[in-house]
């Protein structure tokens, strides 16, 4: 639905250069933005993009100087208005609440009335499912298992027996929520020659309010106790929870990261695409992981680390540096001690 301009200036406290009265129909890209559209300039490294854009509209930095045939909205941080401002174009959908034919609901599961249970899902005995919870086709919450208020699971997805899902929490599809973690027990003296004694999986996964979780995410159950997903932390595609993991509150893990069994990752946490934490370790509140690290011990608050093993980021941007040299160091060495060794034999020889 279109709206006016000076509308979209007080919905974010921005303040704006230009007609109020401007009617904007949609939102884009600097680049793709026609007439009518709005769009964001955060980054100075788009400086020739936001020149050239086409949009009618740009939320721009509270520093930003006024425009020619543009309007401008300074905010504090374009991004986030861009963001809060798109939600004013794209709401979140609403469905019918009800059970809906072809949906499996045991007898015994509470499923409130305002929830949606969409055909071909399965709420087992014992679970609960809050008000305005929306469950997809093909997702099974387990035995006892919780979906809170506001929660959307998308298709296929899993949430094992007694596990935890808080409110306003959405699950992409075909995440699982609680499958066995990865322990064994090796006998010498099976039953049948040595084997991997599987450790009973007897813990639950607990997430709390306003996480979000990626598509084909997998978070295993605690061994005992709880694996713990932190309020609001969001997490990508394609990751690996191991059990009895603690995620701190605000944390972003992106796609292809692992995090292996007990470890801890503090507040606000965030692990660049395809990092791998080992298990029993603590990455500190506030710290930074860059992609395809590898973090082998404790990271201390606040810092920014990146490589395998993980270093200090100054130190990995040096080391990888360098590492482009190797070859040409590797021939000055060969030629240093060939020259090393005649000048020996010269001496021996004299």
């Not at 201390?300 to 395998?308: A, I």
Request: hydrophobic share 40%; proline share 5%.
């Amino acid at each position: 639905m279109p709206r006016r301009l000076g509308e979209l200036a007080a919905h974010v406290g921005g303040e704006l250069l230009g007609d109020a009265g401007l009617v904007i129909t949609g939102l884009n890209g600097l680049v793709e933005a026609v007439p009518g559209e709005l769009s964001f300039y955060g980054n100075p490294r788009y400086r020739r993009q936001y020149d050239a854009t086409r949009a009618s509209a740009v939320l721009v930095g509270r520093d930003a100087e006024p425009r020619e045939r543009v309007s401008l909205v300074r905010v504090s941080n374009p991004h986030l208005a861009f963001a809060q401002i798109s939600q004013l174009f794209h709401p979140r959908p609403t469905y019918e609440a009800g059970v809906r034919p072809g949906a499996h609901v045991h007898p015994e599961a509470s499923v409130h009335l305002d929830a949606t249970v969409m055909a071909g899902a399965t709420v087992d005995k014992g679970a609960r499912v809050g008000a305005r919870a929306v469950l997809f086709p093909g997702v099974y919450v387990g035995e006892a298992a919780v979906v809170g208020e506001d929660s959307v699971l998308y298709p296929n997805v899993t949430v094992r027996e007694h596990c935890q899902v808080g409110s306003r929490v959405i699950l992409h599809a075909s995440c699982v929520v609680g499958a066995d973690g990865f322990g064994f027990a090796f006998n010498p003296e099976g039953a049948h020659g040595p084997e991997h004694y599987k450790i009973p999986q007897a813990g639950i996964v607990r997430i709390e309010d306003d996480v979000e979780v990626g598509a084909c995410t997998t978070i295993d159950r605690a061994t005992i106790g709880e694996t713990v997903i932190g309020r609001g932390t969001k997490i990508d595609n394609l990751v690996q929870i191991a059990h009895n993991v603690k995620v701190g509150p605000l944390s972003l893990l992106c796609a292809q990261a692992g995090v292996s069994g007990s470890s801890e990752l503090g507040t606000g946490v965030v692990l660049a695409g395809q990092v791998g934490v080992v298990g029993h370790i603590r990455v500190g509140d506030m710290a930074k992981v860059g992609a395809q690290s590898g973090v082998a011990q404790d990271v201390e608050d606040g810092q920014v680390v990146s490589g395998t093993p993980a270093m200090p980021h100054r130190e990995w941007l040096r080391t990888s540096a360098a590492l482009g040299q190797l070859s040409e160091l590797l021939k000055e060495v060969r030629t240093l001690r060939r020259r090393v060794e005649m000048l020996e034999k010269k001496e021996k020889g004299g």
